[in-house]
T-cell receptor, first 113, second 114 residues
Framework: DAKTTQPPSMDCAEGRAANLPCNHS???????VYWYRQIHSQGPQYIIH???NNETNEMASLIITEDRKSSTLILPHATLRDTAVYYC??????????????FGKGTHLIIQP | DAGVIQSPRHEVTEMGQEVTLRCKPI?????LFWYRQTMMRGLELLIY????????DSGMPEDRFSAKMPNASFSTLKIQPSEPRDSAVYFC????????????FGPGTRLTVL
């Protein structure tokens, strides 16, 4: 799996959009970008994933650059409950059996009231 | 939907004792994962199963660790004998093949070995 680079921490004001960057310059053509988050004392939670097109769901939007070397997770209206460590993970997905996830250090996002 | 269920939620034991952690995956999911989280090493994959068969146990730290999945609705992670350095939060996760590769994590078991 390709390596990812994320800033160790970020602050964002409540109600504003939180934009979390991730660099994955060694990503290969069949690797997906996944985002998970971990709220304190809880298990990681899936947020969103994508291959090359931008994706949006009820939690967030994922913007992947055209060259796929970086991506941005957007939380459109951050709340205090979005304070968590956010992990960007690049991995193959075959559609059949699943593989384990390789977590980095992630970005600690702190939402300020 | 009950989600992934882990038990116990907290375990305190003494060095040398056997510890068994339990996991019930989401019904219908065919892949199960065991992870460990410590401050020093972060989240690490220990082992995972597809259709009850162990696929990759390269993350299991030592022979003291073993994992089984006797059926689709139950898995155990056993440490025998336990050591203080095994103190960590152990997470179980499950996923459905063809489900986009999304993994659903349990609440974790916090293990303290004295």
């Amino acid at each position: 799996d390709a390596k990812t680079t994320q800033p160790p921490s970020m602050d964002c004001a409540e109600g504003r959009a939180a934009n979390l960057p991730c660099n994955h310059s060694t990503i290969s053509g069949n690797e997906y970008v996944y985002w998970y988050r971990q709220i304190h004392s809880q298990g990681p939670q899936y947020i969103i994933h994508g291959l090359k097109n931008n994706e949006t769901n009820e939690m967030a939007s994922l913007i992947i650059t055209e060259d796929r070397k970086s991506s941005t997770l957007i939380l459109p209206h951050a709340t205090l409950r979005d304070t968590a460590v956010y992990y960007c993970i690049v991995r193959l997905y075959s559609g059949g059996g699943a593989d384990g996830l390789t977590f980095g250090k992630g970005t600690h996002l702190i939402i300020q009231p | 939907d009950a989600g992934v269920i882990q038990s116990p939620r907290h375990e305190v034991t003494e060095m040398g004792q056997e510890v068994t952690l339990r996991c019930k995956p989401i019904s219908g999911h065919n892949s199960l994962f065991w992870y460990r989280q410590t401050m020093m090493r972060g989240l690490e994959l220990l082992i995972y199963f597809n259709n009850n068969v162990p696929i990759d146990d390269s993350g299991m730290p030592e022979d003291r660790f073993s994992a089984k999945m006797p059926n689709a609705s139950f898995s155990t992670l056993k440490i025998q004998p336990s050591e203080p350095r095994d103190s960590a939060v152990y997470f179980c996760a499950s996923s459905l093949g063809g489900g986009g590769g999304k993994q659903f994590f349990g609440p974790g078991t916090r293990l303290t070995v004295l």
